[in-house]
């Protein structure tokens, strides 16, 4: 049997772990508050689950139109905002095509591009985990496809701000698309951070991608959305695997919608919880750019797998991301007692650099 030897030379996604029952698990950027009931209600009232999702998803895309000021045919519907990730790439990225993108960025990014069978550009972020988007311009070759941007980026929490990000697009080709991928954006009080929604028909390859999943707490519902130029969505919709949005998730995130003002005073709780968190670990002295997403980034470098155990032993379960830190989601508020204890060990015990 021949695979792929590039498919199997990836390292397969690797999921938060799971919490043992006493521990809090904040290694996925989960919401953890519990759904709204009127989302619970719209789940159990899933009773046509013998028969095949509108594939359409025409009530949900009308009312993402209705509130980008786009045409319906101008917003997509996927089961995550990661599986748009992945048909976007391979409608527009092939073999011998690069996609570029900062590093360290999302997890998912590697994977999707390699499996489209394109070549991935990865771009260091500035030394204070940025995306460094003159570096992203200036890494673009007759030979690349997509530029994915991540704002807030996932796992740094740092943003792109509007005037970066349009002085960027001033540069980039017009025939090279860019993902705007802001799956945490509803977690951003800073006024300067870029914002898919004010950029609607402002560039003709520009398409933004956002989900029910963080913000929404609809993870394991699977629901994320791109709004963008028709032609292009027509593209990822041909490159989907069908019927893969279910009615139920569809149903949830129009509940959601409808509820918003419950779930987004909740984001708004977890995004001061955030501010917090992130005051009290610059005052034990952590070196952390400012967060803006539901999850701090600590750059532990070589000190990360003991910064795990730390953190493990004090009941809260991160992400490492080898070999430049860990990542901690904005999890309970009674979670944070146990967060600020683990980093204080964690900090104390760092080798400085320099
Ligand atoms: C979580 C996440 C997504 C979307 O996840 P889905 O659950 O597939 O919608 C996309 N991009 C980044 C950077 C993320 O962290």
Redesign the pocket.
Known sequence: MRLRPEVLALVGYKQGKPADTDAFKLSS?ENPFEPIPEVLKAIADSSNVNRYPDAAGTQLRDRLAARFGVTRDEVHL??????I?AQLIQAAAGAGDEVIYAWR??E?YPGLVTVAGATSVLVPTTADARHDLPAMLAAITDRTRVIIV?SP??PTSTIVTKDEFATFMREVPSDILVIL?E??IEFVTDETAVDGRELSRVYPNLVV?R????AYGL?GL???YAVGPEYILDAARTASIPLSVTDTAQRAALVSLDHEKVLLERVGRLSALRDEVWTALLEQGWDVPRPHGNFVWLATGQATERAVEVFAAAGVVVRPLYPEGIRVSIGESHSVEKLLKAAAEVVRTLPTEG
Not at 78 to 83: K, M
Not at 211 to 214: A, G, L, R, V
């Open positions: 950027n996927g089961a995550g905002s990661v599986s990730l960025s999302f998912a991540c980026n996932n991928d799956a945490y991608a989900t029910f999943s963080k993870a699977r629901i994320g």
